[in-house]
């Protein structure tokens, strides 16, 4: 295996899942990858952590360590011999650094984005851990904020939230036949029962119509993740 690109930390991943028409998906599904479903709906997340001892090839930058980061992903499959690699597709990432943008639009033909960004948690009670994200669009303050069980416990086999965080590729579509593909590696996640959750997003002006209306919608769920040590292997091409 090559030596990672990035390593960090991803601590406390909240994770806000609606479902999806597929047809609204089509046009951003990469070259020779296919929709993934659990219970044969599609899901788009809303998902929002914070990055910690940050390091692209080894070497960690002042200022650049530790920052959030907010997206905007769907789910896809791509079958290599008789196994699939399951992994997902970013509509939007949001971070609050330009050079962060600069180097992954640049270099792994992403579609960052930098905007104002802050985060909180705390525990009101030794039993809860409240967790919040936001991100400013215009003159307003957007965000995803839940209250959880402070104890992460293990994720149950086949359940939504197996699905939800065992995707372990990125997929880009980097030209008209052509995908991009990078293996994300960590430790399965535990996760913290969440209480109650909200969110606020100009999804219009971040993502366009078709979102706006996707996330107009009832969640089907929230997740929050206790989140691991990671690393991105560099980017290959299917």
Request: proline share 6%; glycine share 4%.
């Amino acid at each position: 295996m090559a030596k990672p690109f990035l390593t960090a930390q991803w601590r406390n991943l909240l994770m806000i899942n609606f479902a999806i028409t597929p047809a609204l998906l089509q046009k951003y599904v990469p070259h020779r990858t296919e929709l993934d479903t659990w219970n044969d709906t599609n899901y788009i997340s809303l998902v929002g952590f914070l990055f910690r001892d940050t390091k692209v090839k080894g070497i960690g930058f002042p200022m650049y360590r530790t920052f959030e980061e907010v997206n905007l992903r769907f789910y896809v499959r791509y079958k290599e011999g008789s196994s699939w690699k399951r992994g997902v597709v970013f509509i939007k990432e949001l971070v609050p650094k330009y050079l962060i943008t600069f180097v992954a639009n640049t270099l792994y033909k992403e579609k960052y984005a930098t905007l104002p960004m802050r985060h909180r948690w705390h525990s009101p009670d030794e039993n809860t851990l409240h967790v919040a994200y936001e991100w400013k669009v215009g003159n307003e303050w957007n965000f995803l904020k839940a209250n959880a069980a402070a104890a992460p416990t293990a994720i149950i086999p086949g359940s939504e939230a197996e699905f939800i965080t065992e995707h372990y590729w990125g997929y880009t579509q980097s030209g008209p036949e052509l995908t991009s593909v990078y293996e994300v590696t960590h430790p399965q996640w535990r996760v913290h029962e969440v209480f109650d959750y909200d969110y606020r997003c100009n999804a219009e002006a971040l993502y366009g119509p078709a979102f706006a209306e996707a996330l107009a919608q009832k969640p089907v769920s929230a997740l929050l993740a206790e989140g691991s040590d990671i690393s991105v292997q560099p980017k290959l091409r299917l």
